[in-house]
């Protein structure tokens, strides 16, 4: 499918993480792909729509690149950050869909000015009123937070308690600013 005929719909499904990845290539098997700079990507349709398939890579820093990268070369209308993420015990169950209404990135250290400001500035609300409800499955609408670390379990309290968060993960805030940045819906 050439470049012109993705912008008549304009899709991107960004998946970060190798393992993650490697459950999406079984998905599809039959998808010629393509090598990137940033890792593999594939087009293919789903219930009529084209979407364009890309690995990202782990970490915010690999996600905001590729995210800009996809951005870029494709010019969606949408971006769908299809993943994992670690949800809190007592606060969401282990298989429900997480929809992210608001993403904050809580590893950054700030000192030498106002550490609240530093994460105030890369959390993103997601713009979701244009989605029709009800929403076509099940999915739980939470803030989710980002680090490039694993969940430490002794912190999941604080993170649920200080941030009103339910799951973390490594790339969401990441992907969810640069999207906002481009003026680009991101699931």
Known sequence: MSETELAAKNVLVIVSANSEWRVVREVYPACR???GPYG??????????PLVF??????KI???AS??????????ALVINLGTCGGFAGCVD???????????????????????AAID??????DLSWLRQPYPSAVWPARLVSADRDIVP?????????????????????????????AVRCL
Do not use: K
Not at 94 to 116: C, N, P, S
Not at 169 to 182: K, L, T, Y
């Open 154 to 182: 002794a912190e999941v309290n604080a993170l649920h308690d200080g941030y009103q968060a339910v799951a973390a993960d490594w790339e969401s805030g990441a992907i969810a600013w640069v999207c906002a940045r481009n």
């Open 94 to 116: 282990r298989g429900t869909v997480v929809l992210a209404t608001e993403t904050l990135v809580y590893d950054i250290i700030e000192q030498m000015g106002d550490a609240r």
């Open 40 to 49: 593999e990507w594939f087009v293919t349709d789903v219930a009529g729509w």
């Open 67 to 76: 995210a800009q990268y996809g951005l870029q070369r494709w010019q969606p």
């Open 121 to 126: 500035h890369y959390t993103t609300r997601l």
């Open 33 to 35: 792909v393509e090598n």
């Open 62 to 64: 690999a996600a905001a």
């Open 54 to 59: 890309l690995h990202g890579g782990w970490g």
